[in-house]
């Protein structure tokens, strides 16, 4: 099992290093990788990383798509974790 | 009467599918200072900057011996230049020379001649043989490495690392190889170009990242530009590159310069497995052949070298800013056999104009459109 995703130290590492042109594309700047996301993925991962909290963030979901909150803290911690996989690390400089 | 101008002698001018620096390095040199004379010092005559009709055009070219001759001929051959040419500084672009070019630091001075180059001390711990022994005497992460003078103890090494493995020649060129007979052909292929020793290393499956400074001899970076490949060619080349700022390699390349007390232009490659450390996997004592890159966003790392050495001044430069890219164009540039003629006889050849009168030439036809 991977360690557990703190979300609050994810948004810390993610605010000051992504860039987002339009809603569906993403640079990092400390890794110079960038990804190409789907219109919903962009738009949290915006939001979220833009200082949005947990909770409204999972309210605006739940009130767009109908999903239960349970399902949305789950998905929204995958989604961070594969992130992270990708090559969103921390740096030591967010420790 | 107008002063006559200062002139750079510069290497490296080839910039065929393994671009040298020499062209990227005139080019930056020519945005900031329009009246520069530029010499090009070249290894052979279809070199293809010699034969450029843009920013990175010369004034005039001579003839060098081949590195591998060793320093009595380079010094003979700048002597007859030196007679033709007073130079001011000279920035050479190619690892094989450097060496040469640092033994010969005494005698240029005593010519006038200036240069901003590392110290033999530098130069060897950052060799191919001896950069994963720095790196881990100085816990700087490195990929797993062997130096091999010989077939048999390559061989060896390969076993030990296991396929798929980079064998990498003294100066030059890594291939992939995936088995023990790509083994012994690479092998064979590089000892004949390069000669020993041989390098094994383990492949790392990851980013690779580029970082370019100017060292100023006492631990400290001047300025610097740090890119990830975003194209790479077979032989490993980045052929495209986006702008990074990532605190933890500037830290790590921060902390190798210091180690080495670096003096001059430089460009560390590293490697980046998927959540891991950056690896160091060579420092090159000289520009890349990207440097123009930076220079187009401001950070003219050229311009700032040859104001260090001539004029004792450092000027700010700016941080590239992350998300600025550059992808590799190539063009065709038209040349003459009379000019190769001229190179491969006399070993000299000057430009029919010069840069200025060029851009002049370009504007007319531009008006008489």
Redesign the interface.
Known sequence: MGKKIDIRQARNILYPRL?FYNDQFV?D??????FRLSPIAGSILKSFANGESETSLVAKIQKQYGVDRATIMRDLELFINSL????L?E???GR | MNASPITIAVTGLHRGDNPQPGGAVIRSLRRKFQDLRIIGLSYDPLESGLYSAEMDQLDAAYSLPFPGNGIPPLKERLETIFQSEKIDMIIPCLDSEIENFISLIPYLRERGVQTMLPSHQSIKLRSKPELAQFCNDNHFPCPQTKTCADIYSLLEAAEELTYPLFIKGKFYEGHLVNSVVELRHVADELLKMWGGPLLAQEAIVGEEYCYTGIGDGRGNIQSHCSIRKMLVTKTGKGFAGIVINDPDLDRLVERIVKELAWNGPFEMEFIKPANGQHKLIEINPRFPAWIDFPSQLGCNMPAQLIEMRLNNTTTKLPLCEPGKMFIRHSIDVVGDIAELAEMATKGVWCARHSYSDTELTYSETEVTK
């Open positions: 860039r640079f700047t400390v890794t110079g990788s960038f992270l996989a990708n090559g690390k740096n030591s400089e």
